[in-house]
Nanobody, 118 residues
Framework: QVQLVESGGGLVQAGGSLRLSCAAS????????MHWYRQAPGKQRELVAE???????NYAGSVKGRFTISRANAKNTVDLQMNSLKPEDTAVYYC????????????WGQGTQVTVSS
């Protein structure tokens, strides 16, 4: 079982930056995929960014070039650096871990609110 806790959300003006952090209760060195998702009011949850166990990253088109995902296995954290924020980035941001141990396991954090004012 992996517990995830997100932090770093808040209120920021358009054009500003925030850095979200996802702390895991166990080592993430063997976790195959770490993801950041977001869900805006009235919308479906969507993938924002992901990073593999080997450090390969993937981003949603809407955030590419503005957001950067990184993982620090020694600290058991995955961060999301968000720059040039836009009002449409406003959402609850969630961290997810996917690990394969005989079968795939998924773990979610409780989310952190990001609000971008215009």
């Amino acid at each position: 079982q992996v517990q995830l806790v997100e932090s770093g959300g808040g209120l920021v003006q358009a054009g500003g930056s925030l850095r979200l952090s996802c702390a895991a209760s166990t080592s993430i060195a063997s976790i195959n995929f770490m993801h950041w998702y977001r869900q805006a009011p009235g919308k479906q949850r969507e993938l924002v960014a992901e990073i593999t166990i080997g450090g390969v990253t993937n981003y949603a088109g809407s955030v590419k070039g503005r957001f950067t995902i990184s993982r620090a296995n020694a600290k058991n954290t995955v961060d999301l650096q968000m720059n040039s924020l836009k009002p449409e980035d406003t959402a609850v941001y969630y961290c997810k871990a996917q690990q394969y141990r005989l079968r795939w396991h998924e773990y979610w954090g409780q989310g952190t609110q990001v609000t971008v004012s215009s």
